[in-house]
């Protein structure tokens, strides 16, 4: 039986959360802005088969990570010896800047018990890339925590997949490879005791759970999960200006916010980089891959 984390146990998740929070989650907001002769261009329109590799590389630093600075962090802790796992479509384990970083993981959707260090649909390698994509030569893009592990958990793939339960298993998977944070980029707008379990024993077992507030706003702003269950760190986006993304979520469970419009990150298959925001919609839009952050699930 779990047991509930004593005061040290809590600052350690604190410690864990400071770092790496800002990093996961909400297809994460790090993105464009930058003093590019070229703009990084968008992420293109799929709607079927894998994503292409990405169009060019990012040269200068995007706006977010000008904005957070990691680099100010590094000299104390760069994510090493944290597991992140990332709840998603899989990553791309042989992308340049991930190589080495990301570990087999676990396919939950194909079959099951699969590895998922690949990812067609390219979404789990753009959100990878924000947390740990490693400093590289030629490019000013590089995640917040870069000495982090990545354990890819497929559960979806395409923004059209994915369900509660399976979330919820991947949850469970992540707590029993020894997971310190848990990313999940997706939500649900209907409450499931499968999912409310499985984020209890997590939180319970000292994992952070950080979720997309989710990016229905305009669509009545519903309450999503798991970022609404106890514990979680629910996270919203904001611009380049500090504003709030006028997709993004809001509620009392919001925890806090961070980039989110106009996203850098990684693309499968080759080095390179596209840009992203975090709003959702029924299908990729050539304006904004992959905009399946906070994606609805079903119940």
């Known amino acids: 039986m779990n047991r509930r984390p004593d005061a040290g146990a809590r600052a350690s998740r ?15 907001q790090l993105a464009v802005g930058t003093a590019s002769a070229q703009e990084v261009p968008p992420v293109p329109t799929v709607d079927s088969g894998c994503l292409p590799p990405p169009a060019m590389v990012e040269e200068s630093v995007p706006w977010a990570q000008r904005r957070m600075l990691p680099r100010r962090v590094w000299e104390l802790t760069r994510g090493e010896g944290v597991t992140v796992a990332v709840i998603d479509s899989g ?10 970083v990301v570990l087999p993981g676990v396919d939950l959707v194909n079959g099951g018990g699969g590895s998922a260090d690949d990812d067609c649909y390219g979404h789990g390698t753009f959100v990878a890339g924000i947390i740990a994509a490693q400093p590289a030569e030629g490019t000013g893009f590089a995640g917040i925590a870069p ?6 958990l497929r559960n979806a793939n395409s923004q059209n997949d994915g369900s509660a339960p399976v979330m919820a298993q991947a949850i469970h998977r992540a707590v029993d490879e020894g997971a310190g944070v848990i ?4 939500s649900t707008t209907y409450p ?44 919203g986006a904001i611009d380049a200006q500090g504003e709030r993304g006028e997709f993004s979520q809001t509620g009392e469970f919001v925890s806090l916010v961070a980039p ?3 996203v850098v990150s990684l693309g499968p298959a080759a080095p390179g980089t596209g840009r992203a925001a975090g709003r959702a ?6 304006a904004g891959w992959p905009r399946w952050c906070g994606r609805g699930t079903r119940s």
Do not use: F, H, K, W
Not at 147 to 152: E, Q, V
Not at 183 to 186: G, K
Not at 223 to 232: E, F, I, Q
């Open 14 to 28: 604190a410690r864990r959360g400071a770092l790496l929070a800002v990093a996961v989650l909400l297809c994460p």
């Open 91 to 100: 990553v791309d384990g042989a992308v340049p800047q991930l190589e080495g």
């Open 192 to 235: 499931n005791e499968e999912l409310r379990a499985a984020v209890e024993r997590a939180t319970t077992s000292d994992v952070l759970v950080v979720a997309s507030a989710a990016n229905n706003a305009q669509e009545g702003n519903p309450t999503s999960y798991p970022a609404a269950y106890p514990g979680v760190l629910a996270v």
């Open 183 to 186: 990313n999940i980029s997706a």
């Open 147 to 152: 000495g982090a592990r990545i354990l890819p």
């Open 260 to 262: 989110g419009v106009d």
């Open 281 to 286: 919609t029924r299908r990729p839009s050539s």
